[in-house]
């Protein structure tokens, strides 16, 4: 080794390794890659667990400038850096052809959305029971909590009036809410009659103080949703003054997912895959309405 590579600082670590180790990171060699899924997120670093600051739809056209643990860090046609998860993107290199294809770039309506979760009753309040002994309390914090993660996969910030098992009074719901200066505010519950043969989906709002437009609007964008999903029977948007909904200071809605009392739709209600489908369906809702 020559007199350069032999010469070592005073910490023993050779003047060489020094020199490498302060070189800049070089990234990978510019390529491209394929959007592959339908509808993709794209995120804030390498992993699920990062906030989704947009979407690209399936043959978006990326350039990569590196990758990490299986993710992709590409450029965005605004400039901004993202990472798309490896799996639901198919590497093309440099000399792949275009076809014509256009970064497109699909903002989640709901990035930055402060968004306000009620799942009905909890703790000694247990709100309509089924048949077979079914509680409202458990099917609404069960949507409530999935909702939560969809919402915050799409960028949006949530709040949850409860997220456990515990009794929320109506007053500390509406003062969460408001206090917190959320953009809407949405209650989850499951309906409930004395006539067991009665079933379907309804939203509500109040038509009067706050900002009832508004509130109908979000009722509105909400309750096609979840009847496009859920293939319930339609009852409509109502009206309605239920507390949460008339002192919440932001649009606000209250959703009827269903009759509890209902055998068949009881019998939904208590299934992980129909509580998965109605999240989705209000996550859709809800995007709907910050879109139009």
């Known amino acids: 080794m020559g007199p350069w590579f032999g010469r070592r600082l005073l910490s023993g670590v050779p003047l060489f390794l020094l020199f490498l180790l302060a070189l800049p990171l070089v990234a990978r060699?510019?390529?491209?890659?394929?959007?592959s899924g339908s509808v993709v997120n794209l995120r804030a670093g390498p992993g699920t667990d990062y906030p989704v600051i947009g979407q690209v739809s399936r043959g978006t056209l990326l350039a990569v400038i590196g990758e990490a643990r299986g993710w992709y860090n590409v450029v965005l046609p605004d400039g901004r850096r993202a990472f798309i998860a490896g799996w639901l993107a198919r590497p093309l290199g440099e000399a792949a052809p275009s076809r014509g294809g256009e970064e497109r770039l699909i903002p989640s309506a709901l990035a930055g959305k402060k968004i306000a979760l009620d799942p009905g009753h909890g703790g000694s309040d247990p709100g309509a029971v089924g048949p077979t002994g079914f509680q409202e309390k458990e099917f609404t914090l069960g949507v409530a909590r999935l909702l939560a993660v969809r919402l915050r996969e799409r960028g949006a910030q949530v709040l949850l009036t409860r997220d456990r098992d515990t009794d929320v009074g109506l007053r500390a719901r509406v003062r969460m809410a408001n206090d917190w200066g959320a953009d809407v505010f949405l209650s989850v519950h499951a309906n409930a009659?004395?006539?067991?043969?009665?079933?379907?989906?309804?939203?509500?709002?109040c038509p009067v103080g706050g900002n009832p437009e508004e509130s109908c609007r979000l009722a509105q964008c909400l309750q096609k949703a979840?009847?496009?999903?859920?293939?319930?029977?339609?009852?409509?948007?109502?009206?309605?003054?239920?507390?949460?909904?008339k002192y919440t200071q932001m649009p606000a809605a209250l959703v009827e997912i269903g009759f509890i009392s209902n055998p068949y739709e009881e019998s939904l209600l208590k299934t992980p895959e129909f509580q998965a489908k109605a999240a989705k369906a209000l996550a859709d809702g809800l995007e709907r309405y910050f879109s139009s």
């Open 193 to 205: 009659s004395t006539d067991s043969s009665v079933a379907g989906l309804s939203t509500w709002y």
């Open 29 to 35: 060699a510019a390529t491209r890659v394929e959007v």
């Open 226 to 245: 979840l009847v496009g999903e859920l293939q319930l029977p339609d009852l409509g948007v109502r009206t309605a003054n239920f507390f949460v909904t």
